[in-house]
């Protein structure tokens, strides 16, 4: 089961992200910021004020409240692709118990990850899939960079680390 991180400033966009995110049964949303609500039964809040740096600040925070046995995150401006759980599902059959780094879409077509490694301008935040052990999790930095500072950090080996050539991710309304 995944537990799926939202960090949000309560943008306009965060109704299309939650629409984008597909569940299964026993699968959690928590949405992290300050005061945003929504009537999707599926969504868990966590208060948060504003840490203005890119929702490093929200995924710390919400990190210890996440129940199931993976996490990933995604911003409130991005969407997930179709077909996205099914992907992470087979992920997880496929390579239990280790983090996977699927593929991101920018609107203007760029794809990342570029080649398999974890270096800054190459990994994002919404390609991650990451096994919730909390004494293996890296720490989000407070700059542009922290989600390769948060991989860095991680206690699993480079080769730990699956690389799958699906985008599962679109950035700032890509769709």
Same mark, same amino acid.
């Given at each position: 089961?995944?537990?799926?991180?939202?960090?949000?400033?309560?943008?306009?966009?965060?109704?299309?992200?939650?629409?984008?995110?597909?569940?299964?049964?026993?699968?959690?949303?928590?949405?992290?910021?300050?005061?945003?609500?929504?009537?999707?039964?599926?969504?868990?809040?966590?208060?948060?004020?504003?840490?203005?740096?890119?929702?490093?600040?929200?995924?710390?925070?919400?990190?210890?409240? @996440?129940?199931?046995?993976?996490? #990933?995150?995604?911003?409130? +401006?991005?969407?997930?692709? &179709?077909?996205?759980? =099914? /992907?992470?599902?087979?992920?997880?059959?496929?390579?239990?118990?280790?983090?996977?780094?699927?593929?991101?879409?920018?609107?203007?077509?760029?794809?990342?990850?570029?080649?398999?490694?974890?270096?800054?301008?190459?990994?994002?935040?919404?390609?991650?899939?990451?096994?919730?052990?909390?004494?293996?999790?890296?720490?989000?930095?407070?700059?542009?960079?922290?989600?390769? @500072?948060?991989?860095?950090?991680? #206690?699993?080996?480079?080769? +730990?680390?699956?690389?799958? &050539?699906?985008?599962? =991710? /679109?950035?700032?309304?890509?769709?």
């Amino acid at each position: 089961m995944i537990s799926f991180i939202v960090p949000t400033v309560g943008r306009p966009s965060l109704a299309a992200c939650l629409r984008s995110i597909e569940t299964l049964l026993g699968d959690e949303i928590l949405v992290v910021g300050n005061g945003w609500r929504t009537k999707d039964p599926r969504v868990r809040y966590v208060d948060c004020a504003p840490g203005g740096d890119w929702g490093h600040t929200e995924r710390n925070v919400a990190t210890p409240h @996440a129940r199931c046995r993976y996490i #990933a995150h995604i911003d409130d +401006d991005d969407t997930y692709a &179709p077909g996205h759980r =099914a /992907l992470m599902a087979d992920a997880i059959a496929k390579a239990p118990g280790r983090p996977v780094l699927f593929r991101m879409r920018f609107p203007n077509e760029i794809t990342l990850w570029r080649d398999p490694a974890i270096y800054c301008g190459n990994v994002g935040t919404p390609m991650f899939l990451i096994p919730n052990m909390p004494t293996k999790l890296g720490v989000w930095k407070s700059f542009v960079g922290g989600d390769c @500072a948060f991989l860095e950090g991680c #206690a699993w080996k480079a080769e +730990d680390y699956v690389w799958r &050539p699906e985008v599962i =991710a /679109l950035l700032g309304h890509n769709v």
